[in-house]
């Protein structure tokens, strides 16, 4: 990797972790919500389905700006380093069945 490179990778992690790392803790306030509820028997159909429709929300927006960063990092790669960049991440080299990824992002 350049210097270049470098640089803007580790931006793009710096910045992938400033918006992550809230929308995690948001998601363990969540979860932890949602735990009280059963265990203090205050859960009702109509509490599980607005906490879970949160909780899913919150996982979302989470996997989206997790994976919007990987993609971002791909076009600071060269095809090359892109490609060892796939296979790092547990993605099968190409020429693979299926889209070539192991079910990990």
Do not use: C, N, W
């Not at 009702?44 to 906490?51: E, F, G, R, Y």
């Amino acid at each position: 990797m350049t210097e270049d490179q470098r640089t803007r990778v580790q931006e793009l992690h710096a910045a992938m972790q400033a918006e992550a790392i809230p929308l995690g803790e948001r998601l363990i306030t969540q979860e932890t919500d949602l735990d009280r509820q059963f265990a203090t028997k205050a859960v009702t159909p109509v509490s599980l389905q607005a906490a879970t429709a949160e909780i899913g929300a919150t996982q979302a927006a989470l996997r989206l700006a997790h994976l919007r960063y990987h993609l971002s990092t791909l076009d600071v790669l060269t095809p090359e380093q892109g490609r060892r960049y796939g296979e790092l991440r547990g993605y099968q080299a190409s020429g693979g069945h299926g889209h070539g990824h192991k079910g990990h992002h």
